[in-house]
């Protein structure tokens, strides 16, 4: 009789399992296509806040649930409205930005000018220390000229306010939610879904705003599932229980392009990875040392494993960008094995012990393996330490590390806007994880972000950009391409060559 019972409870719970879950087609019992996704990413979220978080896997979550006054057109790299219905510069020092009435947050709260000054105001707040607070450092003051009006005034003209306006990190948060809750855990903007939950390590989920502004997505639920293994990604993405990953791995690229029901997608991207020193801690602090180890990299070794997902080039600021000069790849440290060993044996560094910190994602460990390898056959004593994404964040931000492996999306796919975060000595503790600080180049960026001229803007970055190469802070691995796999009824996905992507217009068929 016990087993009877056993036996029927387990067959009523399969039904009913069955009944909720349709087959692995994605289709429910009546037939159609759940109108749900399941992205997978390697790591978790470091927050869900904007103004308190600077990476890429907590922005393509807080991309979906806040909205910035400007957005980029994914085809084209244009500026538009978003938030913003219009603006006008009175002079170069003024932007008046007309905002769109009527919108309201997901606790109900109203957006208007109170809100986006408030956003702004707690972006530039060193006390908030907001990681990318360098986006609005050229604003002087926010005014509320009324309700559904907000004025920037800036110390000098400021040549990219648009695009640094149309930067994830610089999305309107709920200034009611801010205040009275944590929004880095719990997220409130205006976009078209809806935080619903975070199991920290596992996943998060976000529900459709039905009340959106906008046209209303057609997914019901969005949800972000950590699989640590990329190889247990596409292995899910495979048996469709995720549908949609992205930063593919170029030694699985073949597995992917073969497996049934799923489109890749390949474009050029605006992303760069790099080699970091951090230059405050000897060795790394002498240009010698720098210079012998970019000599020794060859940087060709990593890029030819990528199967066309990368190209090789030394300059800093990438082909996609504004402000890349075709002149500049050649103005680095081409790979020298006898020159990288004679500078290391004429400036006392045979043998010095390095360790290279890389967080534990496919690329970052990849970039360490074949560089401990390099640098090993110079002489020098390395070692790898890896971290988890979070930590690894904080870690690299505080200067705690002494070579290190990052990229950066360049958002904005402007130079001024790569080479002010990451490079500039106005950003060290925040996104100058180098911390690197050479007055004379400060300058020159300084003057390429004060400009309106582009074609002027473009030749001050040229010099800033052969300046920061050749005293070599960082040693440029790759400039990326961008990538997405996903499942074949996944229609309407864009993703843009700075490898944001949005969810609003995507759907199940």
Not at 46 to 66: K, M
Not at 219 to 245: D, H, R, Y
Not at 292 to 298: C, D, L, M, Q, S
Not at 305 to 312: A, E, N, T, Y
Request: with cysteine; proline share 5%; net charge negative.
């Amino acid at each position: 009789m016990r087993k009877s019972i056993i036996l029927s409870v387990f067959l009523l719970i399969s039904l009913c399992l069955l009944a909720a879950c349709g087959d692995s087609s994605g289709k429910k019992s009546d037939g159609k296509v759940s109108q749900e996704v399941t992205y997978a990413s390697t790591s978790d979220a470091a927050g869900l806040s904007p103004i308190d978080t600077n990476d890429s896997v907590s922005s393509n979550v807080t991309a979906q649930v806040y909205e910035t006054l400007f957005i980029q057109d994914p085809k084209t790299m244009e500026v538009k409205p978003l938030l913003a219905e219009s603006y006008e510069t009175p002079d170069e020092n003024t932007w008046e930005i007309k905002l769109r009435e009527g919108i309201k947050f997901h606790d109900g709260s109203p957006f208007n000018a109170e809100a986006v000054k408030y956003t702004f105001d707690q972006m530039k707040d060193p006390k908030r220390a907001a990681p990318r607070a360098s986006l609005l450092a050229p604003i002087d003051s926010i005014e509320v000229k009324d309700e559904y009006t907000v004025v920037l005034k800036t110390r000098k003209p400021y040549g990219p306010m648009l695009a640094a306006l149309s930067h994830t990190n610089a999305a309107i948060v709920s200034p009611k939610a801010d205040k009275e809750g944590d929004i880095n855990k719990k997220p409130v903007g205006t976009g078209p879904f809806i935080f619903d939950e975070w199991v920290e390590g596992d996943h998060i989920t976000l529900k459709k705003n039905k009340e959106y502004w906008g046209d209303p997505a057609k997914l019901e639920e969005v949800t972000f599932k950590v699989v640590p293994e990329m190889s247990t990604a596409i292995s899910m993405l495979e048996t469709n229980k995720v549908q949609f990953i992205d930063n593919l791995p170029s030694d699985q690229l073949s597995r992917i392009e073969s497996l049934k029901n799923v489109k890749v997608y390949k474009g050029e991207g605006t992303r760069v990875s790099y080699l970091g020193f951090n230059v405050e801690k000897e060795p790394f602090n002498d240009p010698k040392f720098r210079q012998a180890v970019a000599y020794g990299i060859n940087q060709g070794a990593y890029v030819n494993q990528l199967h066309g997902l990368g190209i090789l080039n030394e300059s800093i600021i990438g082909p996609k960008v504004f402000g890349y000069d075709e002149k500049a790849k050649n103005e680095g440290y081409p790979y020298d094995k006898d020159k990288a060993k004679k500078l290391l044996e004429e400036n006392g560094y045979k043998g010095q012990k390095i360790t290279l910190l890389a967080a534990n994602r496919d690329n970052y460990m990849k970039m360490a393996e074949i560089v401990q390898a390099q640098l090993s056959d110079l002489g020098l004593n390395v070692e790898i330490e890896s971290m988890e994404w979070g930590t690894f964040l904080e870690t690299t931000r505080k200067g705690n590390y002494e070579m290190t492996f990052l990229g950066w999306a360049n958002s904005t796919a402007d130079g001024s806007e790569l080479l002010y975060p990451n490079l500039h000595s106005d950003n060290i503790g925040a996104s100058n994880y180098s911390r690197y600080n050479n007055p004379e180049f400060d300058k020159l960026v300084d003057e390429s972000r004060e400009s309106v001229d582009q074609d002027e803007r473009a030749k001050i970055l040229q010099i800033a950009n052969v300046m920061v190469m050749k005293d070599a802070p960082w040693i440029v691995m790759e400039h990326g391409t961008v990538t997405a796999a996903y499942n074949e009824s996944v229609k309407g996905l864009m993703v843009s060559p700075n490898g944001q992507w949005y969810l609003n217009n995507v759907s199940r068929e």
